[in-house]
């Protein structure tokens, strides 16, 4: 196996290229570390490379690592499906909820993080492609979804997700990227209260520079970064 070091100073430098290539300053797009299934010990390898954001896509999985020693150096996004009766554990422990698609979770985040008395950030996931992807809300429900989102003091909506079907030839998930930005600066047209729409987190291990070309603040760095998964 490469070393985490090694793999994330090509990222980088892979991350800053396809930045400047947009005339994007490379300081605006972020790496996140998806680490499920990577054991908590080669997290805190990345961790000490100069990784500082991590994403988990199982509540179980995730809080296991959260509560083991030496997580609390690190910072936590949440990026899987999100059931709704898992929402108490994720309240007050991820600093960035990728995959709000209804208003039902969005409500009990609400509902969650008041209790807490705290503010959750949140991205809406959505479904650009229409087909494959099973979660996300319709780009025709987008705005809706927002707007009463908006009116919960509970969550800070910063921006939109999407995960585009897997294909072979990474170029095929340029026109998704396209949409999700596009469907954004609609959106900001809007003026929705109480949304900001500043992040775009789109883009993994195998299209995360077509990504950042297209707009991305998030990019989601998996395989890239740890090797591939087992399992
Ligand atoms: C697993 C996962 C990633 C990372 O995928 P890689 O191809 O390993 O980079 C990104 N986003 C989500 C939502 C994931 O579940």
């Given at each position: 196996?490469?070393s985490v070091?090694d793999?994330?100073a090509v990222i980088r430098?892979?991350?800053r290229?396809a930045?400047l290539?947009?005339g994007?300053?490379?300081a ?5 570390a998806v ?5 908590m010990?080669?997290i805190l ?8 954001v991590?994403?988990e ?8 690592k ?5 997580a609390a150096?690190?910072?936590?996004h949440?990026?899987?499906?999100l059931?709704k009766?898992?929402v108490?554990y994720v309240?007050?422990?991820f600093?960035?909820i990728?995959?709000?698609d209804?208003?039902?979770l969005a ?5 969650e993080?008041?209790?807490q008395?705290m503010v959750?950030?949140a991205?809406i996931?959505v479904?650009v ?9 319709d ?12 009116a919960l ?5 910063k921006?939109l997700?999407?995960i ?7 170029e095929e998930?340029r026109?998704?990227?396209?949409s999700?930005?596009?469907l954004r ?5 809007k003026?929705i ?5 500043t992040?775009?987190s789109?883009?993994?291990?195998h299209?995360f ?5 297209e707009?991305?603040t998030?990019?989601r760095?998996g395989?890239?970064l740890?090797?591939e998964?087992?399992g």
């Open positions: 196996m490469t070091a793999n994330l430098q892979r991350i290229e930045a290539r947009a994007r300053d490379p605006s797009v972020h790496l996140l680490s499920k299934t990577v054991p010990e080669r390898d990345a961790c000490r490379a100069g990784v500082n991590f994403g896509n199982k509540v179980q999985e995730a809080v296991g959260l509560e083991s020693p030496g150096d690190c910072r936590w949440f990026i899987g499906h059931q009766n898992k108490k309240v007050g422990r600093d960035l990728h995959s709000v209804s208003i039902e409500e009990k985040l609400n509902a993080s008041e209790k008395g959750t950030n991205l996931q479904n492609s229409g087909e494959a992807s099973k979660y996300g809300v780009p025709d429900h987008l705005g809706d979804l927002l707007r009463r989102s908006g003091s509970g969550i800070a909506v921006g997700m999407t585009p079907p897997y294909t072979p030839d990474a998930a026109k998704h990227f396209v999700l930005r596009t600066d609609r959106m900001c047209e003026a209260p109480g949304v900001t729409l992040e775009l789109m883009g993994m291990s299209d520079e077509i990504a950042i070309e707009g991305a998030w990019v760095v395989t890239a740890f090797g998964r087992a």
